[in-house]
């Protein structure tokens, strides 16, 4: 389907505001809402996917118009406890359009993150009563039409209905330029926290490429990646994990190496570890002003976050700009005592053949939890 002709689709509905985390598998969308949405439509890209719930319902209690909100389908988990404690008919009865990137689609072949939940995707629409249609590349007009139609009868009766789409449902679209001012390439930065290492210590990435570059960097480094657990699904989550790890290794240190996009989407966290104040973490936000992972789409926030971890309690706090900042922190900052917080600015940048592990998610966490125990 071309992008246009959804945009068509949703003014036909009554649809004015789209909302949603971007999604690889909605590339071409994504692309397009950023570029060249018709102003007549309001785009925001909430901190995660259930805030895009919270504007769709907002939207529609303020305009009486439903919204449609956007997500790969790792986020339905996110936006599940809006829908069904709001949006449900047994509550408020609010539609939305859901439109839904489908990764793991049985048959497929996908990254272990996306196995379960790309085979439970439909079966969980089904459990939370949400009507739907699977679109791909081979969806013609004629189906695109009845699609629609059965979308305006939910919308109309104040039910949510979800449009799924495969990976290549949507025709290409031209990315427009997705780029900041910041000179550092991300899987430099982390070359440089690798390599600062100490024998003992661990390391906790988050979602998307950063991990791979992780992955990848240890590999050269280390001869290996025992070290490090990738947290290549939960976006946002590896920060809990980290400060889990560093509770049971009172004398270990862990480095949590995020992205901005994973940092804002349970930015809560932040608070939780700046109360808490764990000595022996460190936590590292890549920040690139954008979800690079999955087209580089702008994040919809841009704080200072080494600001604000000082506002909330961490005892160390610093933002790194350039290279000669990089290498004169580095590994000085990881041989500090107290909770830590770097912001490191990063350029809009990553390799076109970056790997992917090769090993299953499994074998990797025995060799972490070998390495740590
Ligand atoms: C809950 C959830 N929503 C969306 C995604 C899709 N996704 C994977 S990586 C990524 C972008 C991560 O952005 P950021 O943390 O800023 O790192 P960057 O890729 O920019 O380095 C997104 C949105 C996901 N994996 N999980």
């Given at each position: 389907m071309q992008v246009g002709f959804l945009i068509e689709k949703l003014k036909e509905l009554h649809i004015h505001t789209i909302a949603g985390v971007p999604d690889s598998a909605l590339k071409p969308f994504c692309n397009y809402v950023n570029t060249h949405l018709d102003p007549s439509f309001c785009h925001f890209v909430p901190a995660n996917e259930g805030a895009a719930v919270g504007i769709a319902i907002g939207s529609y209690l303020a305009s009486g118009n439903p919204a449609c909100i956007y997500m790969q389908n790792s986020g339905l988990g996110n936006t599940v406890n809006p829908i069904t404690s709001l949006a449900n008919e047994k509550v408020y009865d609010i539609p939305m359009l859901l439109l839904i990137g489908w990764r793991g689609q049985p048959g497929r072949k996908d990254e272990p993150q996306h196995k379960f939940m790309g085979e439970i995707t439909l079966p969980m629409l089904d459990v939370l009563s949400i009507p739907y249609a699977v679109i791909s590349s081979e969806t013609t007009k004629e189906e695109l039409e009845i699609v629609f139609r059965q979308a305006r009868k939910c919308l109309d009766g104040n039910k949510q209905y979800a449009i799924v789409a495969a990976p290549g449902a949507f025709e290409e679209e031209e990315a427009g330029s997705y780029e900041n001012t910041y000179s550092i390439i991300r899987e430099d930065a982390i070359r440089k926290i690798l390599g600062s290492l100490g024998e003992k210590d661990i390391v906790v990435s988050t979602t998307g490429k950063i991990s791979r570059e992780v992955y990848e960097q240890s590999n050269r480094i280390?001869?290996?990646?025992?070290e490090c657990f990738l947290t290549v699904g939960g976006m946002g989550h590896a920060s809990m994990i980290a400060f889990g790890i560093a509770v049971e290794n009172p004398h270990k240190r862990v480095i949590c190496i995020e992205g901005d996009g994973a940092v804002l989407m349970h930015m809560g966290s932040m608070a939780f570890l700046g109360k808490q104040k764990p000595k022996n973490m460190v936590h590292i936000c890549l920040n690139n002003e954008a979800h690079e992972s999955v087209g580089g789409m702008p994040t919809g926030a841009a704080p200072d976050y080494w600001k604000n971890a000082k506002d909330l309690g961490y005892e160390h706090s610093e933002v790194i700009e350039s290279y000669h900042e990089l290498d004169k922190a580095f590994p000085q900052i990881l041989n500090r005592a107290g909770l830590s917080f770097v912001e490191i600015k990063v350029a809009m940048d990553s390799r076109k053949d970056l790997g992917r592990p090769v090993e299953s998610a499994v074998e990797n966490k025995a060799e972490f939890m070998k390495h740590i125990n």
């Open positions: 280390f001869g290996g990646h025992s």
